[in-house]
């Protein structure tokens, strides 16, 4: 392996699904719980989970992340860290938080996170501003072994895009399931997706 190149992985972990994931509203800074089916996905994934060994957990503020960290096993032990961070938090939709795009396209035709603004709420270049920190701030825990961050479904989506180098709007290019499991790694010299949305 080149030295240029981590050894380490990053493993991603969309949360369980919530009520309005299951709706399709929108979801940033309001706190919903996972529903019963999103427990179960979260709790899906202990048993893969328990066959890897992270260096670094670390989740989102928002409490769907936390609980999703719980279920799947990831928790703090004398051996790995586990920390919240600010920066992994999903996109702040401003005016649209709880809105669906279908009730959003009745006023604006078309609209899609990805290709219109969100008033009151972040541009794609301001999400992937917090991605590429949040990547830069994990790169040193790769040279010593894999990381497991514990999000949401646009943020990573933006992440997975930056961490290939894409601008942050191709992020829309990967589907992020509830629950579902992906991993970050290289091939040769290249950043590369190995895995995207193993379900629970």
Same mark, same amino acid.
């Given at each position: 392996m080149s030295p240029q190149v981590p050894p380490g992985r990053v493993v991603l972990l969309r949360h @369980?699904?919530?009520? !309005?994931? *299951?709706? @399709?509203?929108?979801t940033g800074s309001t706190d919903v719980d996972l529903t019963?089916?999103?427990? *179960?996905? /979260?709790?899906?994934? /202990?048993? *893969?989970?328990?066959? !890897?060994?992270?260096?670094? +957990? &670390?989740?989102?503020?928002? +409490? *769907?992340?936390?609980?999703?960290?719980? #279920? /799947? @096993?990831? &928790?703090?032990? %004398? =051996?790995? @860290?586990? =920390?919240v961070w600010d920066d992994l938090a999903e996109w702040d939709y401003g005016r649209y938080e709880g809105i669906t795009t279908a009730t959003i396209r009745e006023s604006v035709p078309g609209w899609t996170v990805w290709t219109a603004p969100v008033p009151g709420g972040e541009t794609a270049e301001q999400v992937a501003a917090r991605a590429d920190a949040v990547l830069?701030?994990?790169r040193p825990w790769l040279e010593h072994g894999d990381v497991a961050l514990v999000g949401h479904g646009h943020m990573l989506r933006v992440l997975v895009a930056r961490? #290939?180098?894409?601008? %942050?709007? /191709?992020?829309?290019?990967? &589907? #992020?399931?509830?629950?579902? #499991?992906?991993?970050?790694g290289h091939e040769h010299e290249e950043p590369v997706v190995e895995t995207l949305n193993l379900p629970a």
């Open positions: @369980g699904e919530t009520e !309005w994931s *299951r709706l @399709g509203r929108h019963a089916e999103g427990e *179960r996905q /979260a709790a899906g994934q /202990a048993a *893969r989970l328990s066959t !890897w060994s992270f260096d670094l +957990v &670390v989740t989102s503020t928002r +409490v *769907r992340a936390r609980r999703t960290a719980d #279920l /799947a @096993g990831l &928790v703090a032990t %004398p =051996e790995t @860290g586990r =920390e830069g701030r994990l961490w #290939l180098g894409l601008p %942050p709007r /191709a992020g829309a290019y990967f &589907v #992020l399931a509830a629950g579902g #499991l992906s991993m970050l």
